[in-house]
Structure formats: structure tokens, C-alpha cells
């Protein structure tokens, strides 16, 4: 069966410092990857997407970059974090022809 | 943007009763999905009904969808404490050449034992 693994699960960080997420999924290969963020209380805005390895497409320009280095491995990171980057981060897979997301646990990220 | 609206924002019902919520979206679509979160978690995928599909059953979930209104209902019979949990609907637009999701902002459902 397929996981989605997502760490750190929380992370508190300073305006200014670099963020690194990581996430990777098992059981499967050549998947679509997805980056959202949540806001409270809110529903999901997409950030990146993924369909393959080096692939990386940016639905909202910002302060936040993408890398899908091997086939199951997503990083979002920032080499600047603002105020406004805090929220609920996860990260989803699906199968290549298929529309159903799978999501990770999530990251809840504060930048102070 | 938001693609999908759900509607009512929150929702609290007791044990047993059913829970209907409702989602409206503006652009053709494919697919229209719906999702539950649980507090601080990620979500997790209930069922997905085709545009050329008008009901869907999973357990104790219903889903309707009306094409010609733009709008899809999602249905929970004989509630149970464990459904409470935010509801987000989730499209992808006919236009997208690939399965781009955009989800609306939820209902909350609260079931009081």
C-alpha cells in the first residue's frame, strides 16, 4: 500500500531563516506531487505541483520554491521566511491518469 | 481562486441525524471530490462523482451533482461522533488539461453524542 510521509510536523522559525519541508511518498512510482498551503479555518490554495522529476509548475508567485529531486521526493523550501508564509503545509500524491489527492499528516509552520 | 463554495459554513447536529452540506462552483469541470479533515490533520478522500454522473453512494455517504446548477451536495446518514471533521469539496476545471484541484474553504460538522 501507498504513504505519504511529511516532516518536520511543526516547526516554529524566525522572519528571515530558511525553510526546508520535505515529503515522500511510498508503494508507488511516478507519481503527481502537490504543495498546499491551508490557512486557519480555511480551504487549500495550491502552491506548486509536480508530474515527474525536475518537473515543477508554481500556481502563486512568492517567496517559496519547489524541487522534486527523485521520483518520490518533494521539498518545498524559502531562503527568506515572511510572517505571512506561516500556516498548515501538506503534501499530496496522486496516480499519473487518476484524480483522487492522498495527502500527508501536514506541517504546521509559525514564523515569529 | 476558489473554484468551490461550500455551504453551510458550520454545521452541528447529534448522534443519528443526517448532515447535509453543499458545495457551488463556478467553471465546467471533469470531477467534483469531496474530502474530510479531521482537526489538524490531512484530508482524506470520501468519493469522487463524474460530471456525467448524477448520484453516488459510499457507506453511509451520498453525493449528488447537478451540472446545469453548478452544485453538489454531500449527504452523511446515522451520523456518528467520529464524522465530526470539516468538509471541503474540490473540482477540477474542464479547462485544466490536468488535474488540478481547487477546493472550497468547508463546512465544519460538529455531531454531539
Known amino acids: 500500500s501507498q504513504t505519504i510521509h511529511q516532516w518536520p510536523a511543526t516547526l516554529v522559525q524566525p522572519v528571515g531563516s530558511p525553510l526546508s519541508l520535505e515529503c515522500t511518498v511510498e508503494g508507488t512510482s511516478n507519481p503527481n506531487l502537490y504543495w498546499y498551503r491551508q490557512a486557519a479555518g480555511r480551504g487549500l490554495q495550491l502552491l506548486f505541483y509536480s508530474v515527474g522529476i525536475g518537473q515543477i509548475s508554481s500556481e502563486v508567485p512568492q517567496n517559496l520554491s519547489a524541487s522534486r529531486p527523485q521520483d518520490r521526493q518533494f521539498i518545498l523550501s524559502s531562503k527568506k521566511l515572511l510572517l505571512s508564509d506561516s500556516g498548515f503545509y501538506l503534501c499530496a500524491w496522486s496516480a499519473t491518469g487518476y484524480y483522487e489527492q492522498y495527502f500527508g499528516p501536514g506541517t504546521r509552520l509559525t514564523v515569529t | 481562486s476558489q473554484q468551490g463554495e461550500e455551504d453551510p459554513q458550520a454545521l452541528s447536529i447529534q448522534e443519528g441525524e443526517n448532515a447535509t452540506m453543499n458545495c457551488s462552483y463556478k467553471t465546467s469541470i471533469n470531477n467534483l471530490q469531496w474530502y474530510r479533515q479531521n482537526s489538524g490533520r490531512g484530508l482524506v478522500h470520501l468519493i469522487l462523482?463524474?460530471?456525467?454522473?448524477r448520484e453516488k453512494h459510499s457507506g453511509r455517504l451520498r453525493v449528488t451533482l447537478d451540472t446545469s446548477k453548478k452544485s453538489s451536495s454531500l449527504l452523511i446518514t446515522a451520523s456518528r461522533a467520529a464524522d465530526t471533521a470539516s468538509y471541503f469539496c474540490?473540482?477540477?476545471?474542464?479547462?485544466?488539461?490536468?488535474?488540478?484541484?481547487?477546493f472550497g474553504a468547508g463546512t465544519q460538522v460538529v455531531v454531539t453524542p
Open positions: 462523482i463524474r460530471s456525467n454522473e
Open positions: 474540490a473540482t477540477d476545471a474542464e479547462t485544466d488539461s490536468w488535474g488540478k484541484l481547487q
